[in-house]
């Protein structure tokens, strides 16, 4: 019997690779239908490897999933940067590969960055996400976020609302 290791740990530059493929097909299955293609395809190009191996080396915190030796999920996070927000850390971006979402492991993510901004201080937590990704908004609210804030922002000429929920 083979046993498979799963972990969350901090990302590594040879994690680069893994992580564009998680954002890809991440990308591609929360915002077909919501950005418009071809922007949608510049980003995901944009977000290649040499981009995610700039970024674990850039000092903000990167964790990541990994389910036998392939990181299949992410989540960045660090000090809130928007001041008028009463919070003191944010999560970026949390990111799984599609196959993994829906068994848990995006709750395991989300507590292991709590609990790490939690040891830094950072006691309430800001998360924004496009209103009309309908799953994101619903994992969320599950894991006890409260509606703050709601914006507009523009992508590709087209106006998105956003949604940020705040965790004590």
Same mark, same amino acid.
């Given at each position: 019997?083979?046993?498979?290791?799963?972990?969350?740990?901090?990302a590594r530059?040879?994690?680069?690779?893994?992580?564009?493929?998680? =954002?890809?097909?991440?990308?591609?299955? /929360?915002?077909?239908?919501? $950005?418009?293609?071809?922007?949608?395809? +510049?980003?995901? &190009?944009?977000?290649?490897?040499?981009?995610?191996?700039?970024?674990?080396?850039?000092?903000?915190?990167?964790?990541?999933?990994?389910?036998?030796?392939?990181?299949?999920?992410?989540?960045?996070?660090?000090?809130?940067?928007?001041?008028?927000?009463?919070?003191?850390?944010?999560?970026?971006?949390?990111?799984?590969?599609?196959?993994?979402?829906?068994?848990? =492991?995006?709750?395991r993510l989300?507590? /292991?960055?709590?609990?790490? $901004?939690?040891?830094?201080g950072a006691? +309430?937590?800001? &998360?924004?996400?496009?209103?009309?990704?309908?799953?994101?908004?619903?994992?969320?609210?599950?894991?006890?976020?409260?509606?703050?804030?709601?914006?507009?922002?523009?992508?590709?000429?087209?106006?998105?609302?956003?949604?940020?929920?705040?965790?004590?």
């Amino acid at each position: 019997m083979t046993a498979i290791t799963i972990q969350i740990r901090r990302a590594r530059s040879e994690d680069a690779a893994d992580l564009a493929a998680v =954002f890809d097909a991440a990308w591609r299955e /929360a915002y077909q239908g919501i $950005l418009p293609a071809i922007p949608l395809e +510049r980003m995901i &190009v944009r977000r290649g490897p040499r981009w995610w191996l700039t970024t674990i080396g850039r000092g903000r915190p990167l964790v990541v999933l990994e389910v036998g030796d392939k990181a299949v999920g992410y989540v960045s996070y660090g000090r809130c940067r928007d001041r008028s927000l009463p919070a003191d850390g944010e999560m970026d971006e949390l990111y799984l590969a599609p196959e993994y979402q829906g068994l848990g =492991f995006g709750g395991r993510l989300f507590k /292991a960055v709590r609990n790490d $901004l939690d040891d830094r201080g950072a006691k +309430r937590v800001a &998360v924004w996400c496009l209103a009309q990704n309908e799953r994101a908004c619903g994992f969320y609210r599950h894991m006890g976020g409260r509606l703050i804030a709601e914006t507009t922002e523009r992508f590709a000429g087209i106006a998105l609302s956003k949604s940020c929920y705040l965790f004590r």
